[in-house]
């Protein structure tokens, strides 16, 4: 019996090449002017100057400053979670803790490489903005993805501690026990409470001691090794969510 055949993929149009390579042009300076200017000071009139166009032109591609700071939010979280995924995914299955650390290590790399970017994805709130949630929620937590996945695929081996090491751990309220709930669906994760409020401690205190160096918190030397530091951090927050030595 003949096979109806499948339709051609088409190709995009010159017009929608064009319109692709200038929205990528626009995100590439404004990444620009956020690392010189800072996030309340972006401006489509500066982008739009140096792409060598009036102002108006701008406005066909980005409507507002907000409009370019959900780009640039957007394409942080993406480029954040490639690079994350990358190391993960270079270390076996079979090595849970060598996962993590290398994840980790994703996270610091990126962050110190890109620090104007990283303020604007972790750093305080661009006044007068509000990210919508439908278009950075899921760019925005991939990392907290990685984390759980890394959590639930040691679990799901029999390669992660599940009780406490420092005893038992507070019971968790009804409103929070409502959002441990929401992360198990959110991330299709079948975990104890426990296993979850670890990955969420262990999620947050790297994101800390990343921001800690990246904004300088630990004083100019940073402490005279903070690459060391990190990697202790490492070792204990791996410990901490239970993952084998």
Do not use: K
């Given at each position: 019996m003949p096979t109806t055949p499948r339709p051609a993929r088409s190709e995009p149009t010159p017009r929608a090449r064009?319109?692709?390579?200038?929205?990528?042009?626009?995100?590439?300076?404004?990444?620009?002017?956020?690392?010189?200017?800072?996030?309340?000071?972006?401006?489509?009139?500066?982008?739009?100057?140096?792409?060598?166009?009036?102002?108006?032109?701008?406005?066909?591609?980005?409507?507002?400053?907000?409009?370019?700071?959900?780009?640039?939010?957007?394409?942080?979280?993406?480029?954040?979670?490639?690079?994350?995924?990358?190391?993960?995914?270079?270390?076996?299955?079979?090595?849970?803790?060598?996962?993590?650390?290398a994840l980790g290590r994703a996270v610091r790399r990126w962050a110190l490489a890109e620090p104007a970017t990283y303020a604007l994805l972790y750093g305080s709130p661009v006044p007068g903005y509000a990210a919508p949630a439908e278009e950075t929620t899921g760019p925005g937590t991939r990392v907290a993805r990685a984390v759980i996945t890394l959590g639930a695929e040691a679990y799901a081996a029999g390669r992660l501690r599940v009780d406490e090491p420092a005893g038992p751990a507070p019971e968790p309220t009804p409103a929070l026990a409502a959002g441990l709930d929401q992360v198990r669906a959110e991330f299709d994760a079948d975990l104890p409470d426990a296993v979850v409020t670890r990955g969420v401690l262990v999620w947050s205190s790297l994101f800390g001691a990343v921001s800690f160096e990246v904004f300088g918190q630990y004083g100019p030397d940073g402490l005279g090794d903070p690459e060391a530091l990190f990697e202790h951090h490492l070792t204990r927050l791996a410990d901490l969510l239970g993952l084998p030595r």
């Open positions: 064009a319109r692709a390579s200038t929205m990528r042009e626009i995100v590439r300076l404004g990444r620009q002017h956020l690392a010189v200017d800072g996030a309340a000071a972006l401006s489509l009139r500066a982008i739009a100057r140096d792409l060598g166009v009036v102002s108006s032109a701008v406005y066909r591609y980005v409507r507002s400053r907000d409009e370019l700071l959900t780009l640039l939010l957007v394409d942080g979280y993406n480029e954040l979670g490639d690079a994350v995924d990358a190391a993960v995914e270079a270390v076996p299955p079979d090595d849970p803790r060598g996962r993590w650390q």
